[in-house]
C-alpha cells in the first residue's frame, strides 16, 4: 500500500514541475512579447480620420511580420463591413508603415502613399 503511495506522490510531483515549466514560459514569453512578436503602435494625423501603424518587435519581427501585423490592426481598427475603409501599405528600408483612412480623408492620405486600397 505505501508503494503505492509513493509512486502516487512521484508521479503528482512529476507533473507540478512539468506544469510549472509551462507556467514559467508563458511568464516569460509574455514579458517578453515584443522580442517574439512584432507589437503594433498606431499614431494618429489630427483632424482626420488617418491613423499611421507601425510594427517593431526583436529579432524575429521581420518585413513579414510587421506586414502581417499593420495589415491585422488595420482591420481591426477600422472594420469593413460598416464603412469604407482606405489603407495603404508603404516600404521604408528595412520597415513597413500601414496607413488607414475612411473615405473622406483620400486626398490627405495620397500626400503619404501612392497605392491606396479601397476596402
Not at 508603404?90 to 483620400?106: H, L, P, R, T
Amino acid at each position: 500500500m505505501t508503494q503505492r503511495f509513493a509512486k502516487l506522490f512521484k508521479y503528482i510531483a512529476i507533473l507540478a514541475v512539468l506544469m510549472a515549466a509551462v507556467e514559467y514560459f508563458k511568464y516569460g514569453t509574455m514579458t517578453n512579447y515584443e522580442w517574439f512578436h512584432c507589437t503594433v503602435s498606431s499614431t494618429g494625423i489630427p483632424n482626420t480620420s488617418i491613423k499611421e501603424f507601425k510594427a517593431v518587435g526583436g529579432p524575429s519581427c521581420d518585413k513579414r511580420g510587421q506586414l502581417k501585423s499593420i495589415v491585422k490592426k488595420i482591420s481591426r481598427e477600422f472594420d469593413p463591413n460598416y464603412r469604407d475603409v482606405l489603407f495603404c501599405i508603404k516600404d521604408a528600408g528595412n520597415k513597413v508603415i500601414g496607413y488607414g483612412s475612411e473615405i473622406q480623408d483620400e486626398a490627405l492620405l495620397k500626400e503619404h502613399c501612392e497605392n491606396i486600397i479601397h476596402w
